[in-house]
């Protein structure tokens, strides 16, 4: 098993050694200096631009500082005037939800040209998690471009902005594009494997990983912008898509989590707190999906702070499962552990205001693809356990059926087995009832003892054929019962009635006389239309030994049926 999982480790390094990026390819335009301030949607850039306490700038890149409760948020590229000959021809960054995203091109007297883009006009990249907007009237007079993005709904809108060069922007380069897809086909194998598992063992951690899965393809392919291949989607529908995925997977992690660790490796309470709280973390993600103006400010700091808790549920019930020397558990520490990392830094960057807010997506979504590789072995193996526990549930309980479907005496099966596989049996074609009945048993006992009578049982049973086409009972005291199959089952009932007698002699040489034996027969014609009822057969055996006895004992008495009603049974 921890082979398998070395090799599946290396495959996820080969992965990752694909996602570097490609040597040859121009680079996105870097800015001398990125500055951001929030702003009202009233307040005009000149105002804005002339506040200079309210910006946040640095060298080449952004920093902290980003939040979501003003209106607007204006983003400033300067841009290096050596370098203007390379123009800026696009804008790129993150898919989001927003309003309205506003591009100023301000030439070197300030003066700024702008124009509007509403979310149906971004062009959203197939090779990545970006969408683009064209840039207007950049020349070499251009020194910056600044940007209004309008009610955003999330921080990364704007922390992951950049300039291209490209007027159609670039995604990722064709490595990068390989390995993301390769992933998102790894996702694919847990829903095969989990389908199949569930058909062979309905256990519900199979169900929550194959959720899981399922979650994890929904969010990648979104998230690797793969989904646009298909067509275009409204952006606040892949926007309310995405978040449903996010917290249905978290959920869906906390549930399989407590139902995947073994019964005893987890304290109950804590099992309990976490399957109770996976419907708030989907109940999160539904709220914060509600496009509704007054939850903008807190939609994406509630989800990050239900998936904080969430995973601290998760980090809780490993260490717990650790500590009761759970064998599960090894597969979730190293799946879940660098998840839990990437996430703690995602989580981090949204909520420090210090911090640069960032989706990671590479590496996240390499983390995803070791989870689904190294969970899916961990299926496997609490696979084989859970079966190696049912097969010795199944042993034990064979065992017991055996023991309590038998007679302790003889050794034969008792009535209350055979009754219970009657229907079966006919089925497969045991259609000829025999009963036998010891003749005159009751002097055996009172001559000799019970003693030599339960030796004349035991002699009795060693008479009796039980083979693929027989099958021997002892229905209670002295009487014995055959179900044969077969064109000569009369004949070979009637032998064993006859071989009675002499392995009576054999085996109890106590006895001053013969044990002889008599029989009632019913043979089903297979033309006919008999009712498949023991009480039926056994009623008419009955009978037919009845007459066997009164015509004087030591015979069979037959008779071939072909149909008849079953035997009314007592209502109590």
């Not at 040859?24 to 929030?38: D, E, F, L, N």
């Not at 260490?319 to 597969?331: G, Y």
């Not at 190294?374 to 299926?379: E, F, R």
């Not at 009795?460 to 014995?480: T, W």
Request: aromatic share 8%; charged share 20%; net charge positive.
């Amino acid at each position: 098993m921890f082979s398998m999982l070395r090799r599946a480790l290396w495959s996820i390094v080969l992965l990752f050694a694909g996602m570097m990026p490609a040597a040859a390819g121009a680079m996105p335009i870097v800015a001398q200096q990125m500055c951001h301030a929030p702003a009202a949607v009233a307040e005009s850039w000149q105002a804005v631009l002339a506040d200079s306490a309210r910006w946040q700038c640095a060298n080449g890149g952004w920093r902290g500082g980003w939040n979501l409760s003003a209106e607007t948020t204006l983003m400033r590229f300067d841009l290096d005037a050596a370098d203007g000959h390379v123009l800026p021809q696009s804008i790129v960054t993150h898919t989001g939800n927003f309003e309205r995203i506003d591009v100023g091109v301000v030439d070197r007297g300030g003066q700024a040209q702008w124009t509007s883009w509403w979310p149906r006009d971004a062009s959203h990249l197939s090779t990545g998690p970006y969408l683009s907007i064209p840039i207007t009237g950049a020349d070499s007079d251009t020194r910056q471009i600044v940007v209004r993005v309008v009610r955003p709904w999330g921080k990364t809108t704007m922390s992951q902005m950049a300039l291209d060069s490209d007027p159609q922007a670039r995604g990722w380069p064709l490595g990068r594009i390989v390995a993301m897809a390769a992933i998102c086909g790894m996702l694919l194998v847990p829903l095969l494997i989990n389908a199949a598992f569930y058909s062979v063992l309905p256990e519900r951690f199979v169900i929550w990983h194959l959720v899981m899965a399922a979650a994890m393809l929904v969010q990648a392919a979104l998230g690797t912008g793969f989904v646009h291949i298909m067509g275009d989607m409204p952006p606040l529908l892949e926007w309310q898509i995405n978040n449903i995925a996010i917290m249905t997977l978290v959920a869906a992690a906390l549930m399989f989590a407590a139902t995947f660790l073994e019964p005893d490796a987890l304290h109950p309470r804590l099992r309990t707190i976490s399957i109770r709280f996976a419907p708030v973390v989907f109940g999160a993600g539904m709220a914060a999906s509600v496009p509704l103006a007054v939850l903008r400010p807190y939609s994406s700091v509630s989800l990050n702070i239900v998936t904080g808790i969430a995973l601290s549920f998760i980090v809780a019930m490993m260490v717990d499962a650790w500590r009761r020397h759970s064998p599960s558990v090894r597969f979730q520490i190293i799946g879940w552990t660098p998840i839990i990392a990437i996430a703690v830094w995602r989580i981090a960057a949204y909520v420090v205001p210090s911090m640069r807010p960032t989706e990671a997506v590479e590496v996240y979504y390499l983390a995803l693809a070791l989870e689904v590789v190294v969970t899916a072995l961990g299926i496997v193996n609490r696979f084989v356990g859970v079966r190696n526990e049912r097969d010795r549930a199944t042993a034990r309980a064979l065992e017991l059926e055996g023991v309590a479907g038998r007679d302790p005496l003889t050794g034969l099966r008792n009535r209350r087995s055979i009754e219970r596989r009657f229907d079966e049996l006919f089925r497969t074609g045991f259609r000829t009832m025999a009963l036998i009945d010891l003749d005159h048993f009751k002097t055996v006992n009172d001559v000799h003892g019970h003693a030599v009578g339960d030796e004349v049982l035991c002699a009795v049973a060693r008479a009796m054929i039980d083979d693929r086409d027989s099958k021997a009972i002892r229905m209670g005291g002295e009487e014995f019962m055959l179900l044969l199959r077969g064109p000569d089952a009369v004949a070979r009932a009637e032998r064993c009635r006859r071989a009675i007698t002499a392995r009576v002699a054999a085996q109890a040489p106590a006895l001053d006389r013969l044990v002889t034996a008599s029989m009632g027969v019913v043979e089903h014609d297979p033309k006919g239309t008999l009712e498949i009822d023991f009480m039926a057969l056994y009623i008419q055996c009955d009978r037919l030994l009845y007459e066997a006895k009164r015509l004087g004992r030591n015979r069979m008495m037959k008779e071939r049926v072909t149909g008849f009603q079953p035997a009314e049974r007592c209502v109590a």
